[in-house]
């Protein structure tokens, strides 16, 4: 009889540590949920009475780098020959960029295409031949192009590789685009200033409502992009690659301007 409450005891005391163990997972659970759902600014509290408040930041700064693209356009009777005249041009090209200091790391092809042309020809309309002969598309030759984009770390330089480009044989020349190389510092700079506006604004709603900034229930960031003051457009055209005499453009890089524009909902009280 008393092993029997022995073991009747035993059961008992298995059974009670098996639910406190269950329900201390269901509770570590639960907290978890819990952490998780409160990991973001305002979560999973419902405010009813808020205020959004929109702030904007702007930083300025200097261009560092110039972006130009030219493109080489050929054709002839096959597609080797023509593949021919496209890779001499581009080889004078980069030979002239590589001697002016440009890195192999910021010269890249962007595009390449070769396809074939075509012209119609009609059947001809001959008295003696009726019903009139369809045309017909007639293969004339091939037009390879390629271009290539080249990133300028010495802006000071953009004038003279534009004119040297040129010189090698290069009618089709876009840019230069003035950018800074790394901006994500500024980009960081214009939201911190957008954030103090938003916040200094906020204040003073609250102060002229009465009421008391409790804590930030929602913010989101839109914009965070640069606006260029300065962009350079030239392009030689057909035959300007020839012009000798034509001088060295000059070329401002002006100024950049970053902005950042938050808006960010206070609950109040």
Do not use: C
Not at 54 to 70: H, L, M, R, S
Not at 122 to 148: H, N, R, W
Not at 235 to 253: K, V, W
């Amino acid at each position: 009889m008393q092993n029997e409450n022995i073991w009747s005891d035993k059961h008992i005391i298995r059974a009670t540590l098996s639910l406190i163990i269950l329900a201390s997972f269901f509770l570590v659970v639960r907290v978890v949920a819990e952490i998780k759902a409160y990991d973001f600014i305002g979560g999973a509290v419902a405010s009813s009475n808020v205020i959004s408040i929109n702030g904007q930041g702007e930083v300025f700064a200097v261009p560092d780098i110039a972006n130009i693209t030219f493109s080489i356009r050929e054709e002839g009777k096959s597609v080797a020959d023509t593949q021919k005249k496209v890779s001499a041009k581009i080889d004078d090209a980069l030979d002239f960029l590589k001697s002016s200091g440009v890195e192999d790391k910021d010269i890249k092809t962007v595009s390449y295409n070769a396809y074939p042309k075509y012209e119609y020809q009609s059947g001809g309309a001959s008295p003696a031949i009726y019903p009139p002969q369809p045309g017909k598309q007639v293969l004339v030759g091939y037009e390879v192009s390629q271009s290539i984009s080249v990133k300028v770390r010495d802006t000071n330089k953009v004038g003279a590789i534009l004119e040297g480009i040129a010189k090698a044989g290069i009618s089709e020349i876009s840019g230069p685009d003035f950018s800074i190389d790394d901006d994500e510092s500024l980009k960081s700079e214009a939201r911190k200033k957008a954030i103090d506006d938003a916040k200094s604004k906020a204040q003073i709603l609250a102060d002229d409502l009465g009421v008391k900034l409790v804590r930030i229930v929602t913010f989101s960031e839109g914009g965070n992009y640069p606006i260029y003051y300065a962009k350079a457009e030239m392009s030689y055209g057909m035959g300007g690659a020839t012009e000798s005499r034509a001088p060295t453009p000059s070329l401002p890089g002006g100024e950049n301007k970053i902005i950042s524009n938050v808006t960010v909902t206070y609950e109040i009280r």
